[in-house]
T-cell receptor, first 112, second 116 residues
Framework: DAKTTQPPSMDCAEGRAANLPCNHS???????VYWYRQIHSQGPQYIIH???NNETNEMASLIITEDRKSSTLILPHATLRDTAVYYC?????????????FGTGTRLKVLA | NAGVMQNPRHLVRRRGQEARLRCSPM?????VYWYRQLPEEGLKFMVY????????ESGMPKERFSAEFPKEGPSILRIQQVVRGDSAAYFC??????????????FGPGTRLTVL
């Protein structure tokens, strides 16, 4: 079962920051938080991941709370092409399988 | 550097036929994962393979489904005697040899199976 909880949908105005929350209250100390997105019905696209510290790359920023029970993905300047389903995933490196357990994600709609 | 490749992209089968889905991982990747996505749902893990080994098949249905990743060639997901409920998008992902626990998975474009 998914270890994460996300709102089913969000809207964001084009050019504004999109802040997508994720709750992972049962996360363990060695589990990473990953974010992927799926545009239309394409294969999921990797965005960013983190363990404890906040992370930033060319696509997004990931803010993880100090207790690690939740995180927020930030798209700083959303464009229409960012409309997609965003998945927050918790993965344990010690499970032996490294499989992802997807939830239902957040459907982000960027509005012109 | 080609990404993960899957073929066919679309596959139509009649009930009772066999479906064979192929996945070529990214160059240098030796780990393959298969996921299934039903309409309006998230992806569900099926199986994780390394070359010539099945590591985790906890998500595979007990009957009719099998997967392999031979020493040479692509990974194959085989569905025998397909039923309408098998209609879904099947995604393959690959990752590098597990030198780092945080290696991300790279997904292919998927194969959309339709069972008539």
């Amino acid at each position: 079962d998914a270890k994460t909880t996300q709102p089913p949908s969000m809207d964001c105005a084009e050019g504004r920051a999109a802040n997508l929350p994720c709750n992972h209250s049962t996360i363990s100390g060695n589990e990473y938080v990953y974010w992927y997105r799926q545009i239309h019905s394409q294969g999921p696209q990797y965005i960013i991941h983190g363990l404890k510290n906040n992370e930033t790359n060319e696509m997004a920023s990931l803010i993880i709370t100090e207790d690690r029970k939740s995180s927020t993905l930030i798209l700083p300047h959303a464009t229409l092409r960012d409309t997609a389903v965003y998945y927050c995933i918790v993965r344990s490196p010690l499970s032996g399988t490294y499989k992802y357990i997807f939830g239902t994600g957040t459907r982000l709609k960027v509005l012109a | 550097n080609a990404g993960v490749m899957q073929n066919p992209r679309h596959l139509v089968r009649r009930r009772g036929q066999e479906a064979r889905l192929r996945c070529s991982p990214m160059k240098g990747h030796s780990h393959v994962y298969w996921y299934r996505q039903l309409p309006e749902e998230g992806l569900k893990f099926m199986v994780y393979l390394q070359k010539e080994n099945i590591i985790d098949e906890s998500g595979m249905p007990k009957e009719r489904f099998s997967a392999e990743f031979p020493k040479e060639g692509p990974s194959i997901l085989r569905i025998q005697q397909v039923v309408r409920g098998d209609s879904a998008a099947y995604f393959c992902a690959s990752s590098p040899p597990l030198g780092l626990a945080e290696d991300e998975q790279f997904f292919g474009p998927g194969t959309r199976l339709t069972v008539l």
